[in-house]
């Protein structure tokens, strides 16, 4: 079946920090990603949908700058959160649909585990 | 407009005995539905899908789901419990017809299965 790679599984690093998260779609070609951020015991929020080669269309009250997506090839997809700090701190996922058919299932990583001191 | 409802937080059932979690939806066209299974510290799992064709699904690890057109639902059920199956289900709809190519996840359900 299709997989999604995310890493890292798990970062903890001081405020101020900026840190990478890379999701990769390992046997398909993803035309579309998604990013969600997910709180203790709560549904997923969509952050924002990544295509490749254009800029990401960010979900409402979502800060641009602060979470930068990078979709530059089909397999390659990465969140940066800029500065981070505590309030950031979080379990970020991302999926990935292949890129024929839109009434396919998005196929999810496993996630990372973000913790800002 | 999409939207899916799961209106349980929680189910529990003993080890054996069939379980349900429920999922109702509301689309302005035809549905596309999904289910996803998600363990702890984990991402999510698919499950099985609803596009077209017959209203009965059957999915990984023994699920299957029922598309209900009239009731708008789609409840995911399996015959007999694992004790494995204890996680967090999400329930997703996306609009055919609306446009959107982003699904809408529900909430989740939790279910516990108890040995």
């Known amino acids: 079946g299709a997989v999604v790679s995310q890493h890292p599984s798990r970062v903890i690093c001081k405020s101020g920090t900026s840190v990478k998260i890379e999701c990769r779609s390992l046997d398909f070609q993803a035309t579309t990603m998604f990013w969600y951020r997910q709180f203790p015991k709560q549904s997923l929020m969509l952050m924002a949908t990544s295509n490749e080669g254009s800029k990401a269309t960010y979900e409402q009250g979502v800060e641009k700058d602060k979470f930068l997506i990078n979709h530059a090839s089909l397999t390659l997809s990465t969140l940066t959160v800029t500065s981070a700090h505590p309030e950031d701190s979080s379990f970020y996922i991302c999926?990935?649909?292949?890129?024929?058919?839109?009434?396919?299932?998005?196929?999810f990583g496993d996630g990372t585990r973000l913790s800002i001191l | 407009a999409q939207s899916v409802a799961q209106p349980e937080d929680q189910v529990n059932v003993a080890e054996g005995n069939p379980l349900t979690v429920k999922c109702t939806y509301s689309?302005?066209?035809?549905?596309?539905l999904f289910w996803y299974v998600q363990y702890p510290n984990r991402g999510l799992q698919f499950l099985l899908k609803y596009i077209t064709g017959d209203n009965l699904v059957k999915g990984s690890y023994g699920f299957e789901a029922e598309f209900n057109k009239s009731q708008t639902s789609f409840h995911l059920k399996k015959p007999s419990a694992l004790v494995s199956d204890s996680a967090l289900y999400f329930c997703?709809?996306?609009?055919?017809?609306?446009?959107?190519?982003?699904?809408?996840f529900g909430r989740g359900t939790s279910l516990i299965v108890h040995p």
């Open positions: 999926s990935a649909r292949e890129s024929q058919g839109s009434n396919q299932p998005q196929h």
């Open positions: 997703a709809v996306r609009d055919i017809s609306g446009g959107s190519y982003i699904p809408t």
């Open positions: 689309v302005s066209g035809n549905p596309y």
